[in-house]
Each structure stands twice: as structure tokens, then as C-alpha cells.
């Protein structure tokens, strides 16, 4: 139980175009989901936390308008990177938080973006 | 400002003995710590959690320790396997189920 897909895996897109991430919580309801970025032999850095029927909340120093989170429905999630850059290439993952009191999140396989 | 702190980016042990990795948190709000372990280009795969109201829990090989205190955590594997060579990060919690994540630590078990 508790898997979390992403969609694709890996895109390589050029500058300027915009790229959509999916998430999605295969057997179970995620009214929560958060999305990290992770530079190479770095942390993962949350980005926003995404919260079904409402708007995304956004960490310090993370470009809501560059970064569209779309939450639609208790099972998936999105990521949007618009107008994207080569400074924005990086692997990005998502979470979704199990329910109940639970601290525990469970992560997609993350997408490598790539932008030239 | 770096919350929690993995100051070993690397650890290599031969199999069977035991692993020892250490994290240490600096906010005395996180009241809920748990251990990741990622291969690269993968989401990260929960291992084991520990509540700030106990200073031990064990899972199979896992056993995390947490003196609050120090505000310190190790997750402690034992024996190692060569299988569990891979990048392992800490993670807090202080509320609204956010998690703040360590650095990694990179575990090399040898045969």
C-alpha cells in the first residue's frame, strides 16, 4: 500500500516552454501532497505543500507564479513549471501524507527535468 | 539555515557489522523524526520514525535513537548488507505535517 506515482519520469524541454509534472496516490486518498526539488548531492528542499480543492501554500523564496500547483481531486496533484529555464533543471519529487496523524509521507520516483 | 544536520556525507562498513548514522536538529519544535533511505534518481522509501516522547524504537535491523538534549538522532542498522548501501536523510517535523530534511549521509556497505 501507499503508492505514489509521477508522471513522466524524465523530460528534457527547451527555455522558455513550460512543463507539467502528475502525481498521484495509487491506493489511498492524499489530502495533503508536497513537492520537493532536489540539486545533485543536495537535500530535498520543499517547495509547497498542496492541499486538495485549495490553494498551494508556498515556502520562502519559492516563485508561485513559476511554480503552478494544481491539487484537483484527493489522488492527484500537479506541478507546473512555466516559462522554464536551465537554472530550474533539477529532480523534483512529490509526497503524499498516509492520513490520520501520521507524519509519515510517502514519495513518487521523482521527475528529472531538464532544461536546454 | 540548515535545521537538521548530517555532518557525515559519507560512511563505508563492511557487511555484517553495524551502521551508525548520526543527523542533529537545531529547532526544539520538532517533536517527530524520521529516517529515509534514497537511491539515486528515486523518491526517497521510508525506513523507520521515532515520536520525541520515546528515545527508542526498532524495527528489524533498524533502531533509531533520540536524546533530546543533544537533539540528536542515529539510526543504527545492524548487520549490514551490502543491499543497504544507499543515500540515507533525516527528517523532522514540527507540525502541519511538513518535514525538514537532513543533508544525506551515503552509506557504502562492503562485501
Known amino acids: 500500500g501507499a503508492v505514489v506515482s509521477q508522471h513522466p519520469s524524465w523530460v528534457i524541454c527547451k527555455s522558455g516552454t513550460s512543463v507539467k509534472i502528475e502525481c498521484r496516490s495509487l491506493?489511498?486518498?492524499?489530502?495533503?501532497m508536497f513537492w520537493y526539488r532536489q540539486f545533485p548531492k543536495q537535500s530535498l528542499m520543499l517547495m509547497a505543500t498542496s492541499n486538495e480543492g485549495s490553494k498551494a501554500t508556498y515556502e520562502q523564496g519559492v516563485e508561485k507564479d513559476k511554480f503552478l500547483i494544481n491539487h484537483a481531486s484527493l489522488t492527484l496533484s500537479t506541478l507546473t513549471v512555466t516559462s522554464a529555464h536551465p537554472e530550474d533543471s533539477s529532480f523534483y519529487i512529490c509526497?503524499?501524507?498516509?492520513?490520520?496523524?501520521?507524519?509519515?509521507?510517502?514519495f513518487g520516483p521523482g521527475t528529472r527535468l531538464t532544461v536546454t | 539555515d540548515q535545521q537538521v544536520k548530517q555532518n557525515s556525507p559519507s560512511l563505508s562498513v563492511q557487511e555484517g557489522r553495524i551502521s551508525i548514522l548520526n543527523c542533529d536538529y537545531t529547532?526544539?519544535?520538532?517533536?517527530?523524526f524520521l529516517w529515509y533511505k534514497k537511491y539515486p534518481a528515486e523518491g526517497p522509501t521510508f525506513l523507520i520514525s521515532i515520536s520525541s516522547i520515546k528515545d527508542k524504537n526498532e524495527d528489524g535491523r533498524f533502531t533509531v535513537f533520540l536524546n533530546k538534549s543533544a537533539k540528536h538522532l542515529s539510526l543504527h542498522i545492524v548487520p549490514s548488507q551490502p543491499g543497504d548501501s544507499a543515500v540515507y536523510f533525516c527528517a523532522a517535523s514540527g507540525g502541519f505535517q511538513k518535514l525538514v530534511f537532513g543533508t544525506g549521509t551515503r552509506l557504502l556497505v562492503s562485501p
Open positions: 509526497s503524499a501524507n498516509g492520513g490520520g496523524e501520521t507524519y509519515e509521507q510517502y
Open positions: 491506493d489511498f486518498q492524499a489530502t495533503t
Open positions: 529547532n526544539s519544535m520538532f517533536d517527530y
